[in-house]
């Protein structure tokens, strides 16, 4: 019956949500090495390991958009803030920023202190060696930052690029895509990405385009100027051709609230006319950066996340520093930088009617080098179960699982990932739907979430941690919509291969 008759393990009884929206329905999941080998009924197939599953979601792994954990595969190998809530993928090198190119020397932004102490690697090659030396725990797919290839670049990254500098950056650019890099990333609201001009944005984006590959965004405002940012990107998308996702969307301050009905539609509009455009949310109405002193004044609540000056004021409140310092808050924010923030400045009605947009992907953009992070760095995907599904009931289980599964597995081109099927690689969380929840908080933001019971990775259990389980994550390729994989990928040829069990179903 099969390559091999004894499977590695069986999770037995539960329900199983395949990740492509289809109903759950009872089947047992037999893995084999690292890929799913049945589903069915496996009663009577032998097994190294079984895992009651009765009462449980067997689900694919979830996939994370939105990561800023680059540096963190070296400096904290076990993720535990990903694998407990049943992350099983993370797309890094987010919002401009990645663990490689590194700078010119002298050359330097605020949001590269966002990734953590290790120094940059020079180029991605670079990055994805070290990576598989350090053997990720969860699968990676890594973005280019918009913000390095300026910073490895140009002489003054304040400034428009020369035609050289902008053909260097390409070339660098090109270089990291054909290194295995998935597409590149700006943040047009930092500097020095905010410094670029459409012209440039579009030259980097149609290399991006020739390599198949795709370009993800923190658009240039998302407060009074959301739906020019909105446009801006997609006009990148729209004359480069390269499928464009927006990250993190969200319309900041009160009186902005309500305009992604206009930007969403111009996104449904930009889709209608052949863009690829996907977006992410995390499901918070509350963001996080760096602190930066001229929102001080504009937004009343903000919370401090790290200080390099200030240490103690992690997790302390900026009105409550300024009034203790005798000083505004613009001052008192001054005296913090470099440092980080939360801002509440968003409308959970509008995060959820985001969300559910349909082609709403789910990001943490999570901040693992915070001393007092975001809670979405712990608990975004469970809380995605237990409050807009469960209790909000925004939408159905199967649905909510597929947009943290097989949709990003899409826009991402992630083979064999995303789905629960025969042959897929054995990316798997089971779940108590009826408990999980995320426990992370702002006041206490590390704390793991519940209801998450076992999470596989390439087969190989990485939650509950297991002291020999050794780390079983993989560097992920881009295979575009509708593209083959090149033939040097392993997903492509073994999904191909036509001795891969599927006997049982
Ligand atoms: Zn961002």
């Known amino acids: 019956m099969m390559r091999q008759d004894k499977l590695d393990l069986i999770i037995e009884g539960g329900w199983v949500i395949d990740g492509l929206g289809g109903a759950r329905r009872r089947a047992d999941v037999g893995v084999a090495g690292d890929r799913v080998a049945a589903i069915g009924d496996l009663a009577d197939a032998e097994a190294v390991r079984r895992v009651d599953a009765r009462g449980k979601?067997?689900?694919?792994?979830?996939?994370?958009?939105?990561?800023?954990?680059?540096?963190?595969?070296?400096?904290?190998?076990?993720?535990?803030?990903?694998?407990?809530?049943?992350?099983?993928?993370?797309?890094?090198?987010?919002?401009?920023?990645?663990?490689?190119?590194?700078?010119?020397?002298?050359?330097?932004?605020?949001?590269?202190?966002?990734?953590?102490?290790?120094?940059?690697?020079?180029?991605?090659?670079?990055?994805?060696?070290?990576?598989?030396?350090?053997?990720?725990?969860i699968n990676v797919a890594a973005l280019v930052g918009h913000a390095n290839?300026?910073?490895?670049?140009?002489?003054?990254?304040?400034?428009?690029?020369t035609a050289d500098e902008q053909q260097a950056m390409q070339r660098m650019l090109a270089d990291a895509l054909e290194a295995g890099a998935v597409g590149f990333s700006t943040g047009l609201a930092y500097q020095p990405g905010g410094a670029a001009q459409q012209a440039e944005l579009e030259g980097l984006a149609q290399v991006a385009a020739a390599h198949g590959a795709l370009h993800t965004s923190h658009i240039r405002n998302e407060g009074d100027e959301v739906e020019a940012a909105v446009d801006e990107v997609l006009s990148v998308g729209r004359n480069s051709g390269c499928a464009t996702v927006l990250s993190h969307h969200k319309c900041m301050m009160p009186r902005n609230w309500g305009k992604s009905r206009a930007t969403l539609a111009n996104i449904d509009r930009a889709r209608a006319q052949g863009v690829e455009v996907a977006l992410d949310i995390y499901p918070y109405p509350?963001?996080?950066?760096?602190?930066?002193?001229?929102?001080?004044?504009?937004?009343?609540?903000?919370?401090?996340?790290?200080?390099?000056?200030?240490?103690?004021?992690?997790?302390?409140?900026?009105?409550?520093?300024?009034?203790?310092?005798?000083?505004?808050?613009?001052?008192?924010?001054?005296?913090?930088?470099?440092?980080g923030a939360i801002y509440f400045a968003m409308d959970e009605a509008e995060v959820r009617r985001i969300f559910q947009h349909e082609c709403c992907m789910v990001g943490s953009d999570g901040l693992p080098?915070?001393?007092?992070?975001?809670?979405?760095?712990?608990?975004?995907?469970?809380?995605?179960?237990?409050?807009?599904?469960?209790?909000?009931?925004?939408?159905?289980?199967?649905?909510?699982?597929?947009?943290?599964?097989?949709?990003?597995?899409?826009?991402?081109?992630?083979?064999?990932r995303g789905q629960l099927s025969v042959g897929a690689w054995a990316d798997i969380v089971v779940f108590d739907a009826d408990t999980v929840a995320d426990r992370a908080t702002w006041e206490a933001p590390t704390l793991a979430s519940t209801g998450i019971e076992q999470v596989l990775v390439n087969g190989r259990q990485v939650f509950p941690p297991q002291a020999d389980g050794g780390r079983p994550g993989q560097i992920l390729h881009r295979t575009p919509q509708g593209g083959k994989a090149p033939a040097s990928q392993a997903a492509a040829r073994t999904l191909a291969t036509p001795e891969a069990p599927d006997s049982i179903q």
């Open 286 to 339: 509350g963001s996080s950066t760096i602190l930066i002193p001229e929102r001080a004044e504009i937004i009343d609540d903000i919370r401090i996340t790290w200080s390099t000056p200030h240490p103690e004021c992690s997790g302390e409140y900026l009105s409550d520093i300024a009034a203790r310092w005798g000083c505004d808050k613009t001052t008192a924010a001054q005296r913090l930088c470099p440092a």
């Open 369 to 416: 080098n915070d001393a007092h992070p975001h809670p979405r760095l712990w608990g975004s995907f469970t809380r995605v179960l237990g409050r807009y599904v469960r209790e909000a009931e925004l939408l159905t289980l199967e649905a909510a699982v597929a947009k943290m599964t097989s949709l990003p597995a899409r826009v991402f081109g992630l083979a064999g």
């Open 57 to 137: 979601i067997v689900a694919p792994g979830f996939i994370d958009v939105h990561g800023h954990d680059d540096l963190m595969f070296v400096e904290k190998p076990g993720l535990e803030w990903k694998t407990s809530q049943g992350i099983t993928t993370v797309v890094v090198g987010n919002c401009g920023v990645s663990g490689a190119p590194a700078p010119l020397p002298g050359n330097t932004a605020a949001a590269l202190a966002l990734l953590g102490e290790t120094p940059l690697f020079a180029d991605m090659q670079a990055y994805f060696d070290e990576l598989r030396a350090q053997q990720p725990m």
């Open 149 to 161: 290839l300026r910073l490895a670049v140009m002489a003054d990254p304040t400034l428009t690029p």
